[in-house]
């Protein structure tokens, strides 16, 4: 285990996933996304509290299990009040940011690949979501609306999982403008992300250290580390 946030690890094989061009693996989008959570504050510029709400394995309203009631964080069940929860949602291969904002009963979608699924699609998940939100604040049927945020867009086939966390990671921050911001580098930020997870771990940091704190050595590293174990 090379980097840790709560109950979420990350493993050295799916560490190796924040490489360049690479699909980034779900555990490290679940941890990383835990971790800004955890680590984010109120402040003049952004007065939300946020929570996470890990990816519950369900996508469809037929048949669907009434699990997302056990996930919810109970906090935010008995105070709503000024809170946003992040979701990332993963459909057919494609990772998007889902945010519930249960105070307004308001569903925020930050995708940076808006036209991947289908509108039939995206209102079939959509559905089994708010069936359930119905189910955790009662008397809310009905009421719960759903809107695509302007985000930046990807121009690839594998970054998604990224652009979910760069997403996470300015919201908590306070820089929503920032989400639409064009000049975003994935590569870039598939480092930070690496950095901030290594440093959460003693082994994170020591493998940090002994790569003199350079990300592709130390990405080197962990794929050696990989291939040498199988």
Not at 9 to 37: K, R
Not at 123 to 137: D, H, V, W
Not at 163 to 176: P, R, S
Request: charged share 20%; net charge negative.
């Amino acid at each position: 285990m090379v980097a840790v946030s709560g109950n979420y690890a990350v493993y050295d094989i799916q560490m190796a996933s924040l490489a360049p061009n690479e699909w980034v693996d779900s555990a490290v989008v679940d941890t990383y996304l835990n971790l800004v959570v955890s680590n984010s504050r109120p402040t003049e510029t952004c007065s939300i509290n946020f929570a996470f709400l890990p990816r519950p394995f369900f996508m469809f309203e037929n048949g669907i299990e009434r699990s997302l009631h056990s996930l919810f964080p109970r906090d935010v069940i008995e105070d709503p009040m000024n809170t946003l929860v992040l979701l990332p949602s993963l459909h057919l291969d494609h990772f998007w940011l889902t945010v519930i904002n249960p105070e307004r009963y308001d569903i925020y979608v930050y995708d940076s690949m808006s036209n991947y699924l289908s509108q039939r699609q995206r209102a079939e998940f959509m559905r089994g979501l708010i069936s359930n939100l119905e189910i955790i604040f009662p008397g809310t049927q009905g009421l719960w609306t759903c809107d695509l945020e302007k985000s930046v867009q990807q121009k690839d086939g594998f970054n998604c999982g990224v652009f979910v966390m760069f997403y996470a990671k300015e919201l908590t921050l306070g820089h929503k403008d920032s989400i639409g911001d064009t000049t975003f580098r994935p590569n870039e930020f598939r480092e930070e992300v690496a950095l901030e997870l290594l440093n959460t771990t003693t082994a994170g940091r020591e493998l940090l250290r002994l790569n003199n704190y350079d990300w592709v050595r130390t990405f080197q590293h962990l794929e050696d580390m990989t291939i040498t174990r199988h």
